[in-house]
């Protein structure tokens, strides 16, 4: 122990007034009885000695007063280990503050935040006057802290302290100490600290560099796992005539119980329930909601608990406006089931049944009669027109999709399909008897993905409406296709049948050339490519080397048709079928495509409009201000040209279901960051403050005792 103020002792010396005043105040005259009070003083003799104790009793509070005086006086004080990890005196001092989303978890009526700025502010107090200090924000990712220079004064700190925000983010404390560590570099002072304020949960714990300055850590979270839960993802799909939302709930460090949990369309609740959560586990609640149009903004949350930012996930899905599908008919009949594009039509007005139920073994047209009026799975309407390949011209303005069925030549209309693809459109060319090869070479073999050559028969080929055994045993069947592709995804998510029982008995054979950029997606068991892709410009082109009648084939019979043609059209239409683009997570930037627009316009959750510039090398945008929700997205053409929604461009931001799990850093983790930070300083613990109170408590009992009874 040791004094500020030892002058102060001398007071000390004091102590034995009480006593010299106690013993001189004793009465010395001599003692005569008197008969007539005799009798009083014998009942006085029990209380006696209870009166001697109680004036010994005063006599030492009045001396403890006098000792306390003296000593608060003289300020005394005692070193003990520091625990903000910083002593006082000249140095260069850098505070690490984690504003990462966990930090905003509330304990004890206020946030981890709270307790983290409250510390930093101590921190500042404790490193005196004398010291620089810099403050690091762990979310900011450049070499800068918060202020103009990087060596402030305690109350420049202070200030920036006090603004400090938690943000929505994940954040790694590692490279924040590394950047503090390069701040600290360049300060004058040769004694160096990094003190780190944290929840120290494992998602953030920092790398110690153990050839860095020293670095303190401070777990304001005081070592414990806290206890939480949170919607941690949503799942959205086509489910019959509606969309099936998953929600994957996590309870961490929790016992098993059970949550409510509510769905939200456009920030009203629709439906609600509860899931059951296991001990420090997961589970899944599923909720199912009717077809929808337009674009939906939705959300799964959870009753609100300590951390309410982490209970809400949200989510996006769309039914985009129809897409516009031209059928060039190279082959019109008069008996209508015989016309070339008979199936394709009505296959395409279909509603959009569910992908396992077209497979039902009553075929497709059965499954789709029997389907609600209201459609599936929100999927984008068709609206079908057909012509003549000498009107395509006229028409091309109104399609978003051209399919060519066994068309001869299209004549003049050739280059303005090419256009058409270029700008955007899509192109779908099937084959069949009115093709000539070299004629198609020639028109459109710049689009196409390979050239055609020369039909192929099998043997004992079928006629039109008739099969024979051995057409049957010589037909051709798809072989490999590709799974990842779109046009593809309801035989590989609904486990719709039918597509490689699909029998062809002629196609085109083709040869190299075509487009640039091309692939195969689905070949004939033979090996011969039966569908290909090209692209043009911001349009695609898929081509079909067999009929999509039953002249060469009889794939319009098979259940796997409907998917197959509405799924290709909704793909060079761009029209998706489930959600927008993939979430982000907050704080990331978003590259927006701009579907050949000049001019792009993001609208925030909060409704805030925001127009980005367009890059016109790569044909996209950066928006880098991302906020948790759904984020609109608009195109226009030119300037002054009208805005219109770009459904599929729309995307939604969550928060990083990494910071919903508290779980501590490894014992490992935390004992190097203990070991390269050192011995705790020592600090002065003034004792003074306690003798002040203890002397208020002298002062009360010498009250108290010294009362006449």
Known sequence: MSFLAPAFLVGLAAVALPLLIHLLGRPHAPRRPLATIDFLLRTGQEAAPRRRLRELLLLA??????????????????????????????????????????????????????????????????????????????????????????????????????????????????????????????????RRLIVVVTDGTRASWPAIDPHGPPVRVIDVAEGVALQNRAVVGVAVESSGAGLRVSAEVASFSRPAGRAAIHLRLGGKTVASGSVELPADGRATKHFYIGAQRGLVDGAVALEGDALAEDDVRHFGAFSPAAVRVLIVNGDPRAVRHQDEAFYLDAALRAHPVGWAEAAHPVGWAEAASRESAGGGGGDAPIEVSELAPEALDQRLAEADVVVACNVKAFGGAAAAVARFVERGGGLL??????????????????????????????????????ESEASVANARRLGRFDEAHPVFA???????????????????????????????????DVGAPALGEARRGRGRVLLFASTLDRDWGDLAIRPAYLPLVQQAVRYLGNASLAQPQPPSLVGEPRRIDAGGGARLRVTRPDGRKRELEVDATTGAAIFAATDVGLHRVESAEASGAAWRDRFAAAFVVNVDPRESDFAKAPADARAAATAAGGSAPMRRAPVWPALAATLIGILLVESLLGRRR
């Open 61 to 190: 509070a009045r001396m403890a007063a006098v000792a306390a005086v003296a000593l608060v006086l003289a300020r005394p004080v005692v070193r003990v280990a520091s625990t903000l990890g910083v002593a006082p005196g000249a140095q260069s001092l850098a505070i690490v503050l984690d504003d990462s989303l966990s930090m905003r978890f509330r304990k004890g009526g206020e946030t981890l935040f709270e307790r983290a700025r409250r510390q930093a502010r101590e921190i500042v107090d404790a490193a005196g006057p004398s010291a620089e200090v810099t403050l690091v924000l762990a979310s900011v990712e450049t070499d800068a802290s918060v202020g103009d220079d990087h060596a402030r004064d305690a109350a420049h700190a202070r200030v920036s302290i006090d603004a400090a925000q938690p943000t929505l983010r994940a954040v790694e404390l590692g490279p924040a100490v590394r950047r503090a560590a390069r701040l600290l570099a360049r300060a004058a002072s040769p």
């Open 429 to 466: 060319y099937a084959v069949g008897d009115n093709v000539d090869a070299e004629a198609a070479n020639a028109e459109l073999g710049a689009l196409l993905p390979q050239l055609l050559a020369t039909p192929w028969s099998a043997a004992g080929a079928a006629s039109t409406w008739g």
């Open 490 to 524: 309801p035989f590989v998510q609904g486990g719709v049948g039918g597509l490689r029982s699909a029998l062809f008995w002629k196609a085109f054979l083709l040869r190299p050339g075509g487009a640039a950029e091309r692939r195969t997606l689905a070949e004939f």
